[in-house]
């Protein structure tokens, strides 16, 4: 059999070892991979970066397990932003499934920053029904809320004395999986006229983009890239920019497999 020949009848399990490796490698040794930061992800922390000590930012945690992967990490980044910033945050979601990992994401996040519960953060939990707890938020907080995730009721939740409505909310910012952002955009930022940035996998990013030209969103996360551009900005390298590292390995092997399988094709008509 000719090497020609052999190339063509190539074990696809080599291709599958390639390609492992292009993804393990970067875990293991150290690769230093330039993060260009686009303008989206630049507004956000941008906006952040400009609020007064003790502004009041709203964190909505709205992803799914599935999409853990691509929205954790830049939940962990924007909270590391608003903790240093000695800003004061509440955090919400309106799936279940998700409610006591975001409880964890802010607890690990205080305790890197000295943050104390009820006193500069607070997470009020899950409640289920997107438009009346939106809506109820523009009235008062408590109506949605009448305890936190804790059940301590909010009018003893030292925090929460001077914020009512979104009046009293500097910012929010939803990092949803499905369609939280327009939602909040639908229903805070039309009606209460909020300020909101958002955080979405990288599949939902060009449909969010038109409410980034109107100015219905100051500012937007894309997917695991957006991240890994967040923790560029925050000066601190997490699983975002490791896992960045290793997708664009990944990708650069499948090129090279594509040019390779193409090259070889072409060869063996020629040969034919």
């Given amino acids: 059999m000719s090497t020609l020949e052999k190339l063509i009848n190539i ?37 952040i970066e400009a609020l007064p000590e003790r ?4 964190v909505g945690f709205n992803f799914s397990p599935s999409t853990m992967p691509e929205l954790y990490p830049m939940c962990l980044a924007v909270l590391r932003h608003c903790y240093s910033k000695k800003l004061r945050v509440m955090g919400m979601t309106f799936n279940p499934r998700i409610a006591s990992v975001a409880d964890s994401a802010m607890r690990q996040v205080a305790q890197e920053y000295g943050y104390e519960e009820s006193r500069d953060y607070t ?6 029904d997107v438009v009346p707890v939106m809506l109820g938020i ?19 939740i030292p925090m929460m004395r001077n914020i009512k409505n979104y009046n009293d909310i500097d910012l929010v ?13 639908a229903y805070a930022g039309a009606r209460y006229h909020q300020t909101i940035a958002a955080g979405c996998t990288g599949v939902m990013v060009s449909g969010l983009y038109p409410y980034l030209k109107t100015g219905q969103l100051v500012g937007l996360i894309g997917g695991l890239k957006g991240a890994a551009e ?43």
Wanted: a positive charge; charged letters at 20%; proline letters at 9%.
């Fill in 55 to 58: 502004s009041v930012v709203l």
């Fill in 123 to 128: 997470y009020l939990g899950y409640k289920p």
């Fill in 230 to 272: 967040y923790e560029k900005l925050i000066e601190r390298p997490g699983k975002a920019i490791l896992g960045m590292k290793a997708q664009s390995i990944a990708h650069v092997a499948i090129i090279l497999l594509v040019i390779f399988g193409n090259i070889v094709h072409l060869l063996s008509r020629r040969k034919g």
């Fill in 11 to 47: 074990d696809r399990r080599i291709i599958y070892l390639m390609i492992g490796l292009a993804v393990v490698i970067p875990f293991l040794i150290p690769l230093r991979l330039p993060i260009y930061v686009s303008p989206p992800v630049q507004s956000v922390y941008d906006y």
């Fill in 173 to 185: 910012v939803d990092f949803g999986s499905a369609n939280t952002p327009e939602a909040w955009i």
């Fill in 138 to 156: 523009g009235e008062d907080i408590s109506l949605p809320f009448p305890k936190d995730y804790s059940k301590i009721p909010i009018s003893r």
